[in-house]
């Protein structure tokens, strides 16, 4: 079976391609990207309004570009998957739109997906496939989340942030360092090669038993930092102050985050007994949190697996991706109702297969 998959939850623009396979994994065809960081820079943030517009310019050029990479034509085409939500509502509307209209024209079923699945899943397009079951560290822009994962569709919440997300927390920190969006790889790349313990930032829930995480006062705590900082060194602004320095708080920013993550992975895995663990969403290409975790990992003999590089944010393969593994784990059917209902807000736990 050939599944038709697109991604436009935000600001990148993915299609894809994936043939199922009833005795393994299925198998990505072909996929194409366009991301829109460039487009949002100027205004230090996605603009939803231009989001939209530029998923609309996008989407067509890529869907072909996946047809020839494929090798394939659009009659081929069994199922059209796209992502439901959560996310930007009028680019969600676009990919959804896109693939009814395309579906509908072919007279193919389609599939809406949870963005937070594609991410979860994403890691079995890789080379090192995970089995199931395991803990997944669900690290994106807007989420931060610790689940257990029995299977397709089988997931259950374990904790996750009360405020800001991991994501965030490096974007807003960036932000007030005066790096351009998005700012988290700006900020690993700076901290990689600062002093991680120059500034003591807080850690927060590090030491409470639940396995949810807070991260609202850390951006606050590098707020109050950063001030200190241009008092102390008699500048106007941070961006005035030495390199070093901005290294130095990258570095200590970037520790206190990943700090946070490994701890409350770990105490997930001793929690549930399982010994693999699934890191995925943009953070999860972090350098340092992926060192930290295979270092902690290794010493307890735990597996851990991550989405290659460039799958770790959003991407089209990551959607058509766990719409085949629904289909073909025979516990759901695409559906031949073009409703287009998008979901902005949709809680990953609430799409539990027999629920
Ligand atoms: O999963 P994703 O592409 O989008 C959402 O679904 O939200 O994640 C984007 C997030 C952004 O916050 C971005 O700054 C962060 O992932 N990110 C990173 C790195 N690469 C992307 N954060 C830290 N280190 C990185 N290398
Ligand atoms: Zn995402």
């Given at each position: 079976?050939?599944?038709?998959?697109?991604?436009?939850?935000?600001?990148?623009?993915?299609?894809?391609?994936?043939?199922?396979?009833?005795?393994?994994v299925?198998?990505?065809?072909?996929?194409?990207?366009?991301?829109?960081?460039?487009?949002?820079?100027?205004?230090?943030?996605?603009?939803p309004?231009?989001a939209?517009?530029?998923?609309?310019?996008?989407v067509?050029?890529l869907?072909?570009?996946?047809?020839?990479?494929?090798?394939?034509?659009?009659?081929?085409?069994?199922?059209?998957?796209?992502?439901?939500?959560?996310?930007?509502?009028?680019?969600?509307?676009?990919?959804?739109?896109?693939?009814?209209?395309?579906?509908?024209?072919?007279?193919k079923?389609?599939?809406?997906?949870?963005h937070?699945?594609?991410?979860?899943?994403?890691?079995f397009?890789?080379?090192?496939?995970?089995?199931?079951?395991?803990v997944?560290?669900?690290?994106?822009?807007?989420?931060?989340?610790?689940?257990?994962?029995?299977?397709?569709?089988?997931?259950?919440?374990?904790?996750?942030?009360?405020?800001?997300?991991?994501?965030?927390?490096?974007?807003?920190?960036?932000?007030?360092?005066?790096?351009?969006?998005?700012?988290?790889?700006?900020?690993?790349?700076?901290?990689?090669?600062g002093?991680?313990?120059?500034?003591?930032?807080p850690?927060?829930?590090?030491?409470?038993?639940?396995?949810?995480f807070?991260?609202?006062?850390?951006?606050t705590?590098?707020?109050?930092?950063?001030q200190?900082?241009?008092?102390?060194?008699?500048?106007k602004?941070?961006?005035?102050?030495?390199?070093?320095?901005h290294?130095?708080?990258?570095?200590?920013?970037?520790?206190?985050?990943?700090?946070?993550?490994?701890?409350?992975?770990?105490?997930?895995?001793?929690?549930?007994?399982?010994?693999?663990?699934?890191?995925?969403?943009?953070?999860?290409?972090?350098?340092?949190?992926?060192?930290?975790?295979?270092?902690?990992?290794?010493?307890?003999?735990?597996?851990?697996?991550?989405?290659?590089?460039?799958?770790?944010?959003?991407?089209?393969?990551?959607?058509?991706?766990?719409?085949?593994?629904?289909?073909?784990?025979?516990?759901?059917?695409?559906?031949?109702?073009?409703?287009?209902?998008?979901?902005?807000?949709?809680?990953?736990?609430?799409?539990q297969?027999?629920?």
């Open positions: 079976m050939l599944v038709l998959g697109f991604e436009s939850s935000c600001d990148e623009t993915g299609v894809a391609m994936v043939q199922t396979n009833a005795a393994a299925p198998t990505l065809l072909a996929h194409a990207l366009h991301s829109q960081i460039e487009m949002h820079q100027a205004f230090g943030g996605v603009v309004e231009l939209s517009r530029d998923h609309i310019r996008r067509i050029p869907t072909e570009q996946v047809m020839s990479g494929a090798g394939r034509t659009l009659a081929d085409v069994d199922v059209v998957a796209f992502t439901r939500g959560p996310g930007l509502a009028g680019a969600l509307l676009v990919g959804a739109g896109v693939a009814c209209a395309l579906a509908a024209a072919l007279g079923p389609v599939l809406g997906v949870h937070l699945e594609g991410h979860l899943l994403s890691p397009l890789s080379a090192d496939p995970p089995e199931f079951p395991f997944a560290l669900l690290v994106s822009g807007g989420h931060t989340q610790l689940m257990r994962v029995q299977g397709v569709g089988h997931y259950e919440l374990l904790g996750e942030s009360i405020d800001d997300a991991a994501g965030e927390a490096f974007d807003k920190s960036a932000k007030l360092m005066g790096l351009p969006y998005p700012g988290g790889p700006a900020l690993a790349r700076l901290g990689d090669n002093n991680p313990k120059a500034y003591a930032l850690r927060p829930l590090l030491r409470s038993s639940n396995l949810d807070s991260f609202a006062g850390l951006k705590a590098v707020l109050v930092q950063s200190k900082m241009v008092a102390a060194g008699g500048v602004r941070f961006e005035d102050l030495p390199i070093e320095l290294r130095d708080l990258a570095a200590s920013t970037q520790a206190a985050i990943v700090e946070v993550l490994v701890k409350k992975s770990l105490t997930a895995l001793k929690q549930t007994g399982l010994s693999r663990l699934v890191v995925a969403g943009g953070v999860g290409a972090n350098r340092n949190l992926r060192e930290q975790l295979n270092a902690e990992c290794a010493k307890r003999h735990i597996r851990v697996h991550y989405p290659e590089l460039h799958l770790c944010t959003d991407n089209g393969a990551m959607i058509a991706m766990a719409a085949a593994m629904r289909l073909q784990s025979g516990q759901q059917t695409a559906s031949e109702v073009y409703a287009f209902d998008v979901k902005p807000r949709w809680p990953l736990d609430s799409i297969i027999g629920r």
